[in-house]
């Protein structure tokens, strides 16, 4: 005997399909995965400074400076940071945040423009103190995300 699909298999499907839909979400813009930026850092003066390739009209949204191994709740972030982008460099006054001599530090920031609403670009950066040099340590997967596959550098 051969069963034909009818009425009652039509609303279990449908039932299925719709819990399917709502405890997965709707793929939309949102959910595109934009991996993380990195740049270098150098020192101007007292000034620490993030380089900044094809900086446009972008400004900082908000700004992260932490200790390296933070945990995320404990993580300190300032949304009106009053820095700007000069010359492609973001550079953080020591009346901003005064890096110790000694240490690592996770700076997270975020840039807006207003030409580009809709590109947020959200770098992340490791940055080392020695003596009052400062310098780039590499990040590890879970400070950073990266695209699939990208070269990950050992420390």
Known sequence: MVKVFGVGMFWPVVFSGLCLGVLTGCPGPGDRFIPHETTSVSKQGKNVC???TD???YQPADIGINPRGTPSKEKNFN???ELTIDDGKLCIPPSFYHFPDN???VVEYILVSKKHEDEPRKFVVGVGMNNEQVYNFPLTDREIARPYGSIQVSE
Do not use: L
């Open 50 to 52: 993030f380089n900044i």
């Open 55 to 57: 900086a446009q009209d």
């Open 79 to 81: 949304f009106s940071p």
């Open 103 to 105: 240490g690592r530090f």
